[in-house]
């Protein structure tokens, strides 16, 4: 048997190995699971002593980390805004990012009517609901397997929220108040600059039909946009000129570390 803590030093060690950008955390994070308590409790109490059972079960986890699967996909949730959203590899991983989208969201009137096209896992349009529950939100997807994704999220978070299959805006959706999206904006070349955990998640959420400057699915959205209605949409660091020049009154947002991240305006 061993501690808590040198289990930890060790997968730490493996992890680090590997190249993976946050070896320690995800180390505690791994541990913590293993042994079924939160990180923050297994940090108040490394010396727990853990069986050869539970040292083999760590042991697989951090090869699976190893091997550069995603920590979300492993732990099966993250957290995004105020809520735990459940990811595996049917669905794209929500990024701290991405939240700059629900703070768009949070700015609206009372009762306002939201879409979101490319919902995922849903964590945009259920962290939206969970801090507005006024709004009126729906999603979609054009895959059965996303769509599915976040109905089981609305289910389990007990927030209500229609979730279509479908590509681009639904027949449904006549008219909004704002329409958000977080469609594909990486190019088969500029995955490459990225970390290897990119390639683990549905390459239709991480490439699309992005094209070679990585705005060919926005570009088919906004073609099929109504004249007038209100966007926000989240792209590459390098893309908010161009997205400027998409939309009219655009504004671009930028995200936790600085970069333009999000670019609000109206379809032309």
């Not at 980390?65 to 979300?72: A, I, Q, Y």
């Not at 994704?149 to 007990?158: F, K």
């Not at 590509?167 to 909004?176: A, N, R, S, T």
């Amino acid at each position: 048997m061993g501690s808590a803590g040198e289990i930890v030093e060790q997968a730490t060690a493996a992890i680090a190995a590997a190249g993976c950008e946050t070896p320690e955390a995800d180390a505690r994070a791994l541990v913590a699971m293993a042994l079924d308590m939160d990180v923050a409790n297994l940090e108040l109490d490394g010396s727990t002593e853990l069986s050869p059972e539970l040292r083999e079960e760590v042991e697989r986890l951090v090869a699976r980390r190893s091997e550069r699967e995603p920590l979300e996909y492993i732990l099966g949730s993250c957290r995004f805004r105020e809520i735990e959203i459940a990811v595996d590899e049917r669905v794209l991983i929500p990024r701290r990012e991405t939240e700059l989208l629900v703070a768009v969201g949070v700015e609206l009137p009372q009762g306002a009517r939201v879409h979101e096209v490319g919902t995922g896992s849903g964590a945009i349009a259920l962290a939206l609901l969970a801090e507005r529950p006024d709004l009126r939100v729906t999603a979609s997807d054009l895959s059965e397997d996303a769509a599915a994704a976040a109905r089981e999220n609305a289910a389990r978070l007990g927030i209500e929220l229609e979730v279509s299959v479908d590509e681009g805006i639904p027949g449904y959706v006549d008219g909004v108040d704002l329409l958000i999206a977080n469609l594909p904006y990486i190019t088969e070349t500029s995955i490459d600059e990225r970390s290897p955990e990119i390639r683990r998640e549905p390459e239709i959420a991480v490439l699309g039909e992005s094209g070679d400057d990585g705005l060919g699915v926005i570009r088919d959205l906004l073609g099929e946009t109504p004249s007038g209605w209100r966007v926000a949409l989240e792209h590459d660091t390098h893309h908010g000129p161009a997205m400027r020049e998409l939309l009219h009154e655009a504004e671009t947002r930028t995200d936790y570390r600085g970069d333009e991240r999000v670019t609000v305006g109206f379809v032309p």
